[in-house]
Structure formats: structure tokens, C-alpha cells
């Protein structure tokens, strides 16, 4: 497979092969950028990119396609979902519109548990099937790559399920995908906390991961759910096995998770609505030795549930990276569509525009340690790349909050 691309509008990337790091404060807002460019892909890869000066002028053995006033953007990748579910909550939605909240409703037996007797009661090529769907609706809004979630099945063999539905997906289609065991999402009803932390993670994780399904860990951290001694103890469980933390921390109050998931050395945070001063500096220290986990923001939840946004800009302004996903799940997310959150990042959290693009792509792809396979347009990378249709300035894109202007993704080049 050879491809050039011709007369592009602009190429958001760059000619040289260097930069695989996290994007840090204004570093955000300094993509590089090639206009009237072109591009060429190999074997699923980024060959070489330059201004069509630069053009080399045999097209022997090339494909060329002339992709006249598109911009050529890297791809979004969705660093955190639940995209493995049976059934929406639609029911939820209506009770939340009478004045309950999520948190009224979670308390009643509702909220995950819901989601849980409903995904028990699916089999597994029935999950497999509505997971296809939701990647290709989430492609066709410019997603390349996701991280999905299991966590709606609170047993060992709903969560094994789960797992093995996101492996199934990963051979059945192209997207790069990775599975995280999200065993301690919500409290099963009638269990004991502390008995149920110790099979989580004392029996079921071991033996999903020895079944090769688990490539991260997470929890929710949160006040009526899981603790910080309960975090401390899955990462360091995870760790053994030399998996990596991402937690759900700090959606609804402070109780101490940003610093416990650095203590866990945590490759993300994600949530972060509540964050405290204590919880900003110690992200600040932990990145100035090195050592900080990606802070990820999902403002399609803030949107949802109408509770605050993560102090992006704030984050930002203090010299932080950030990354934003998705969070699409049927309680406090359901939607996979990141040009809205590039929408959201930019007019509920003031992100500037290309603050947004390296939010979903360089650091997203940091926060699944895929910072040297994707989320950069330069050479080496595998091409995860999004087509605009034809614009003047690729702002259209968090500019129109519905329309969609992305002609194609391509995964691997294709
Ligand atoms: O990231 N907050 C915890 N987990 C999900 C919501 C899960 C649900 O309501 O089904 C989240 O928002
Ligand atoms: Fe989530």
C-alpha cells in the first residue's frame, strides 16, 4: 500500500519523525502545521509528509489522491468508554428530568446496577454485534483507536464476558482497541464492600489477566463506591502483572484520588469535575518529577448529568498536559462522538481550538501509552488519520457542534 495525498489544505503534523511526548501547557497550543501539503502513507504507516513544493513528482507506483482543500488531521482517540453495554437508560434520563439525581438514582438500585441486569442477561455475540455498531458510528465521527471498559458486569463471568466481547471486537474489525478491567464500578446489591474489593482483586483480576483480557485497571473512586486504600491496593495487585491504573476519581467530590493514583503510579485520572487546590499541585509536582499521570477530562458527562466541567484551561494555564474522551456509557455519557467534545472543550472550558486537537490526540494517546504508535501526523506513526471535507480553517470542525465535516477515517492507512 503506497497512498499520496495531494494538495491538502494543511496537514496538522510534521515533516520530522522527533516528538512522541506529552503535550504540556502551551506546548497545547503550538501544533505543528503544513499548508498546501501533501502526505504519503506506506504500509499503513506515515512515510513522509512537506509542503507540495516538496512533492515528489514520479507517481509511478503511487495512489494518488488529490484531496484538494481537505485538511488532514491526526485521529481521535478515545482514551475512556464503556462502549460494551446491553441497553440505554433512557428510563433514567426521564426520572432525572422528575428531579432525581444520578447519584438519587444509583442509591435506589438503578444507575450501573441497571446496566448490569441487563448485560447479564445478553450473551456474548448479541454485545459483540451492538459493540461493532457503536465503533463505526464513533469512526464515522472521527474516532480511530478507543479504550473500552468492562465494569457493567460485577461478576466474575459478567466482566469475563465483557472483556472477551472487547477481544472479539479487536479481531473483528480495525480500530486498535484495549480492554480495561473495571471490576469495583458499583457495589452489587446485598455484598459485602470489603469482601467484594478482595475477590475483585484478589481472585478475578489474576485470573483475567491470565486469560490475556486485561491490558489496564480502573476503579471508581468516588464517595459511596470505592475508597483510596482500595485503589492503592488494585494498582498495586495490577502492578504485579505489570498493568497500569487509569481511575475514575474526582467526578463528584475530592476524597483524596488524584493523590492516591499518583501514589499508584496511574498512567491516567479521569473525571477530575471536582478537583481541589491540594489535588492541582499535587498534579503539578508529580509532573515536574516526571512521574505525573495524564489528568483526562470528559466534558460530554458535564454536559449530560449538568454538573461542573474539569478546570481545563486551569490544568492547562498551570503548565499541565490534558486529555479529553469521551466517556461514552448509557448513564452519564451517552455519546461517542468526540467533535462535540472538541465543541465542549473549546465553549464550556475555554480550551483553545488546537488545546482541544492535542487534547484528543498526542495526549490521549499518552493516556493509553500508545504515544509512540499514534495521536502525531510524522513520520513512523501508524496513519490513524481524519479527512476533513473541503474548509478553510480545520476550527469548522469544533465550530459546527452538529454537521459533520469529516469525510473519512482511516485506520492503517485505510
Ligand atoms: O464514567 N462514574 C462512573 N462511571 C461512569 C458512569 C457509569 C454509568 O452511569 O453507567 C462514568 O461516568
Ligand atoms: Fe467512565
Known sequence: ???????????????????????????????????????????????????????????????????????????????????????????????????????????????????????????????LDALLERLELARSTGTVAAEIKSGYGLTFEAERKMLRVVRAAQSAQSLPLWATFLGLHALPKDQNLDHFVGEAIDRWLPALADEGLVDFVDLFCEAGYFRTFDLLRLAEAADRRGIRLKAHTNQFHSIGGVSASIQAKALSVD???????????????????????????????????????????????????????????????????????????????????????????????????????????QPGMEAHVLLTKPMTDYAQIPYFTSENYIAQTLIYGQ
Open 271 to 377: 473525571h477530575l469535575e471536582v478537583l481541589s487546590d491540594e489535588d492541582l499541585s499535587a498534579l503539578k509536582t508529580a509532573w515536574s518529577q516526571g512521574i505525573g499521570p495524564m489528568p483526562v477530562a470528559l466534558p460530554h458527562c458535564s454536559l449530560f448529568l449538568n454538573i461542573p466541567y474539569a478546570p481545563g484551561r486551569a490544568m492547562i494555564d498551570a503548565g499541565l498536559p490534558l486529555a479529553l474522551a469521551s466517556d461514552c456509557n448509557p448513564g452519564s455519557s451517552p455519546s461517542s462522538d468526540l467533535r462535540m467534545v472538541w465543541s465542549l472543550a473549546t465553549s464550556q472550558m475555554k480550551l483553545r481550538v488546537d488545546e482541544g486537537l492535542a487534547a484528543l490526540t498526542a495526549n490521549a494517546a499518552y493516556a493509553l501509552g500508545a504515544q509512540e504508535r499514534m495521536g502525531r501526523i
Open 1 to 127: 500500500m503506497r497512498i499520496r495525498y495531494t494538495h491538502l489544505a494543511g496537514v496538522v503534523g510534521s515533516p520530522e519523525g522527533l516528538e512522541t511526548g506529552a503535550l504540556c501547557g502551551p506546548q497545547m497550543n503550538d501544533l505543528p502545521i503544513v499548508r498546501d501539503a501533501f502526505v504519503e502513507l506506506v504500509d499503513g504507516k506515515i512515510a513522509a509528509l512537506g509542503s507540495m513544493t516538496d512533492c515528489p513528482e514520479s507517481d509511478a507506483g503511487w495512489d494518488i489522491r488529490t484531496a484538494k482543500g481537505q485538511w488532514m488531521l491526526p485521529g481521535f482517540v478515545d482514551s475512556h468508554t464503556h462502549l460494551v453495554h446491553a441497553a440505554d437508560r433512557v428510563a433514567e434520563f426521564r426520572m432525572r428530568l422528575d428531579g432525581a439525581s444520578y447519584q438519587e438514582i444509583s442509591a435506589a438500585g438503578g444507575g450501573i446496577l441497571n446496566s448490569a441486569a441487563a448485560l447479564e442477561k445478553m450473551d456474548e455475540s448479541a454485545l
